[in-house]
């Protein structure tokens, strides 16, 4: 007895189902699964290249640190020599930070500390203004018998901007340089930091107006747009994290293709960015996705309310894409 098929409508014997047009539709559905199954093959293979789009979100998402009082504030602790944040006690680095600056346990009681894993430096943020000063000036701290060379410096609470300038010569340190900038003509600077050893000065203004032109003492600097460039480690060749707080630094992937040695002699590989998944090293100059690019997002006001005349600011947001020329505007 020939099978029948229950459907809505007419009835629809197995005969009429062995058509060309369930053919095609069966063919078709058919190549739709195989791609797609050699999609994620393809992607298990060569992982985070094959999903540039997935790294960034995970980057993105690992870096985002918990809110914190606007009125502290907060020093920024970069480790050195090979610390990993991760493996670290919160309490134990807080209490070796604390001991390198010299401050009393009962004067810390109000202080917080932030580990940032995926970055591998952590965040003290405080409500007085002596202990900020005492954390950014340590060099090292101390723990489980160890010496470990340590970068804090102050960050900058509130809405805030940033501006580059090019060209400023390297034997100004940076005291002498928020001298000569932090003026009355460059009203909104709130500071100035050099990047290494560089011609290079990072300027922080106040607001999200971030002016064309500043005074460095009696010379006028053309001021640009600061472009947050997502952080690649040289070292060890992951994402999220900076060269110089390489929590492994003993593993060293090759300078030409970004992959780790293991042959004697090494053997090139195709580079593969985990950034836009073309065939180059991740974070390279040529890299289009190496940006985290400022945009200011602005609320929508309710038609249905009075706007005000005074709306409020919103802080700029990084967003994983490349930069236009609207976001530069």
């Known amino acids: 007895m020939p099978q029948q098929i229950a459907m809505e409508g007419d009835d ?6 062995q058509g060309n047009g369930w053919f095609s539709v069966l063919k078709r ?18 992982g985070a290249t094959a999903t540039p789009n997935a790294t960034l979100r ?27 944040v991760q493996a670290c006690s919160p309490h134990r680095i807080l209490a070796a930070l604390t001991m390198a600056a010299q401050l009393a346990p009962s004067v810390t ?21 002596t202990n900020a000063a005492a954390y950014s000036r340590v060099t090292e701290i101390i723990l489980t018998d160890q010496r470990h060379p340590v970068t ?4 900058p609470a509130g809405i805030t901007s940033r501006g580059v300038i090019r060209g400023v010569d390297t034997d100004f340190d940076d005291a002498a340089l928020n001298r000569m900038l932090i ?11 050099r990047t290494k050893n560089t011609e290079t000065v990072i300027l922080i203004f106040n607001g999200l107006k971030v002016p064309n032109y500043v005074y460095c003492g009696q010379v006028i600097y053309r001021c640009t747009l600061y472009k947050r460039q997502i952080d690649t480690c040289r070292t060890c060749g992951q994402v999220g994290h900076r060269q110089d707080v390489c929590p492994t630094p003993s593993t060293k992937v090759c300078d030409h293709c970004g992959h780790l040695p293991t042959d004697n002699p090494h053997v090139c590989n195709q580079p593969a960015c985990a950034l836009c998944g073309e065939a180059h090293r991740t974070g390279d ?13 602005s609320a929508v006001a309710d038609e249905s309310k009075p706007s005000s005349k005074h709306p409020p600011q919103h802080p700029a947001r990084f967003l994983p894409r490349p930069p236009n020329r609207k976001d530069l505007l």
């Not at 100059?285 to 997002?297: D, F, I, S």
Request: glycine content about 4%; proline content about 7%; some cysteine.
């Open 12 to 17: 629809v014997i197995p005969k009429e189902l």
């Open 29 to 46: 559905r058919q190549e739709s699964r195989a791609k797609s199954h050699a999609a994620r093959q393809s992607g298990t293979q060569r």
């Open 58 to 84: 995970r980057v993105a998402a690992a870096s985002r640190l918990p809110a914190m009082p606007r009125s502290h504030n907060r020093v920024i602790v970069r480790p050195g020599d090979g610390l990993n």
């Open 109 to 129: 009681e109000e202080d917080i500390i932030c580990p940032n894993s995926m970055q591998n430096f952590f965040v003290v943020s405080t409500p007085s203004a």
């Open 152 to 155: 804090a410096y102050l960050s």
């Open 183 to 193: 003026q009355p003509r460059n009203s909104s600077l709130l500071g100035a930091r």
């Open 285 to 297: 100059r040529e890299c289009r996705h190496r940006y985290w690019c400022a945009v200011v997002v």
